[in-house]
């Protein structure tokens, strides 16, 4: 999008919103600590950044402007909607670009809330060539929309005793579904058509922490096929990312591997399956699972924290009588996964660790079994480090292997083998 310094970090910027234009133009919108900015750019082509929202000081904290959510028209103009907290309350903005001039509108408010957490991400869908803003306002426990009539905003509330944490919002044909954490110990998911708003429970989940905002805040995701299946997504303070699916009850879908820091999860449905990412705060891994066909994947370049996910996966099957002890940490991922060597005596494990800085920290820790007893192991350590590992006499099997760091993506079989050499 952009090479310039946006002096922005992970404590003062707000989240990020994208949509992706039928002439393959990626639009953009994210909050920063003095506004909320807009970007475009495409393959082989050139990218701009401009400011749709001046917020007339900078923040140390992110919080009173929400996270943004993004939309086009059937023109192919963008709208941008956030919320802004300040003094007097509550105002909700949709900001559209025609031409090269942005108009921004405030287009609902609510009043002052003493103790009720910063804005929640507010959303945007076009539904029959209108707007439609979707926002919590916690004045009064509500989630509500605000749909462009004419030359007037409507609001309407599309749900009570919900605050509409978390909020997501997306489209699929002339429906928009939006889920959110109520703030009641629940997440819940809105269908938003021309009929009146209906609403359901997705599942139980503890209520985000108002102490968290900005990027450290819990969000929810939402998709829908074109069958009307619903998959949402949310980040469980104590479970760690939650999936699950339904029409009108839901299941739950289980996600490999996962961990408690499990956060920001991200859905996308097409005609072949439906995409889900998230953040692994713990490894430090942009994760993504796909349910339906996993072909034709485009990532990111380079893509070293990139790991799809397809479910667990088994250790590799080795053999051999020929010793193998040698193993290099590269990328976030082992080689060889497979080591072999002699039964009946003491043997070294030569481990090299290629990756640098805090995500670059590995170890191996052979184990008697998967989510056994350990045997031996290395302390965890940042590359490029190069160390010995030396492991007393086993007896003839197959044994387990790992960094303790990232269990998940780097494991391995140590096959003991009697007469290898």
Known sequence: MTTDNLQLTADDSNGTAVVVG????????????????????????????????????????????????IAL??????????????????????????????????VATAGPCAGCAQPAPTGIAILRGNPVVVFGDAAKDTVETATLQGSKWVVNVVDTKAQGLGLSVSTTGDTAYASYYTGQGAVRVALLDDHAPTTMEVAKAPNPSPSKTGNSASRTAVAATKDGTIYVAWDD????????????AFTAI????????????????????VVLSWYDSVNQNLMVGIQGDVQNILVANPQSSIVPSFG???AATCTGKKAVLDIVAQNTQFSPTCLVAP?????????????????GTHNVDVYDKKGGTSL???????GPIQEALNVGALAAGAYYFQCDVHPTVMFGTLAVVKGAS
Do not use: C
């Not at 303070?237 to 009108?248: D, M, N, V, W, Y």
């Not at 039964?343 to 995500?359: E, L, P, R």
């Open 237 to 248: 303070q104590t479970k760690g990312l939650q999936f699950a699916s339904g029409t009108e």
């Open 73 to 106: 028209d059937a023109g192919g103009n963008p709208w941008v909607a956030f919320s802004v907290l300040g003094s007097r309350g509550l105002e909700v903005h949709a900001a559209t670009l025609k031409g090269s001039k942005w108009t921004d509108q405030v």
């Open 254 to 273: 289980e996600v490999s591997p996962s961990t408690t820091g499990d956060m920001h999860p991200a859905l996308a449905a097409s005609d072949t399956g």
């Open 343 to 359: 039964a009946g005596s003491s043997f070294t494990i030569n481990f090299d660790n290629k990756d640098t800085g805090a995500a």
């Open 312 to 314: 667990g996966t088994g």
């Open 22 to 69: 039928s002439d393959g133009t990626v639009h953009a919108a994210w909050t920063m600590r003095d506004g909320v900015d807009y970007g475009t750019t495409k393959a082989g082509g050139t990218a701009t950044v401009e400011q749709v929202f001046n917020y007339g000081t900078a923040v140390s904290l992110a919080g009173p402007i929400s996270a943004p959510g």
């Open 376 to 382: 031996a192991a290395l302390t965890p350590k940042p």
